[in-house]
């Protein structure tokens, strides 16, 4: 699923807090398949979030639940429990199967997010080339508005194909500002020519961008970073849009993100 949010799997009745008010709920969440700024990492070509929405009595069942799956199983005392290694033993496998059915019983919502990274680097040419700031021809929707771009992106990824794109994205990423102007005005070149006439105008007006003006600020954001462009950083945003339109669904007005058993949102 290219930035796509996946269906909420079964539906949770409103906490609260005993007054009548609405209590906190909490979505645990991790990722997998992170490979910093290398997307093409052909090992791990799927970055994924997943989580789980728990009401504060749904949160003391699980803490009890594995704290007892732990010792049915033998497994680690205390600490996280790696899927990883769970999946390399029966015990550990058995032990995820207990759990996800022990939530479909108790009818826990889910949150799935999976990028396809190649999905990026469209995306970045995409978040580069209609961003206002940099392209008049491009209006401030298009820094915000995912239906908007998304469906560009779509069309870029059929119609190119994946060396270009490992073309784009390493000169992108490398230092040489010349090499980044070519291997971007090359591709939207041939994208302006295109036979789908609506892919074709928009790279037309996509190589209205000012390359050089991009140029500066990419590279003055990976000095001050450390780095280049994460997809994890634009997953994880993807995820935060998600999680609202989630949580709408749900009725949750108030909602606490919790990521390495740490409360960060």
């Given at each position: ?34 490979s910093g700024t290398d ?226 949102y």
């Open positions: 699923m290219n930035q796509r949010f996946a269906d909420i799997l079964g539906r949770a009745s409103l906490p609260t807090d005993g007054g009548g008010a609405e209590a906190v709920m909490k979505l645990f969440l991790d990722e997998s398949g992170n997307i093409y990492d052909v090992n791990q070509p799927i970055l994924a979030y997943g989580g789980v929405w728990l009401d504060e009595p749904n949160e003391q069942h699980f803490r009890g639940y594995l704290g007892g799956l732990r010792k049915e199983h033998r497994l680690q005392g205390t600490g996280e429990l790696k899927g990883k290694t769970l999946l390399k033993t029966d015990a550990g496998r058995a032990a995820i199967g207990a759990v996800l059915r022990e939530m479909h019983a108790r009818k826990v919502p889910i949150s799935l997010l999976a990028v396809h990274k190649p999905f990026m680097t469209a995306g970045v040419l995409v978040e580069d080339c209609t961003d206002y700031v940099y392209n008049p021809a491009f209006s401030e929707r298009w820094t915000w508005n995912n239906e908007l771009t998304e469906p560009l992106v779509e069309m870029i990824l059929a119609a190119t194909d994946e060396e270009q794109l490992i073309k784009v994205w390493r000169a992108r990423s490398g230092d040489d500002k010349e090499s980044f102007k070519l291997a971007y005005g090359s591709l939207l070149f041939a994208l302006s020519l295109h036979p789908n006439s609506r892919l074709a105008d928009l790279a037309a007006k996509m190589r209205r961008a000012d390359l050089d003006d991009l140029w500066e600020c990419s590279t003055s954001s990976r000095e001050q970073r450390g780095g280049g462009y994460s997809p994890n950083v634009s997953a994880f945003g993807s995820l935060m849009q998600c999680c609202e339109e989630q949580a709408e669904k749900l009725g949750l007005h108030d909602v606490a993100i919790v990521h390495d058993d740490q409360s960060q």
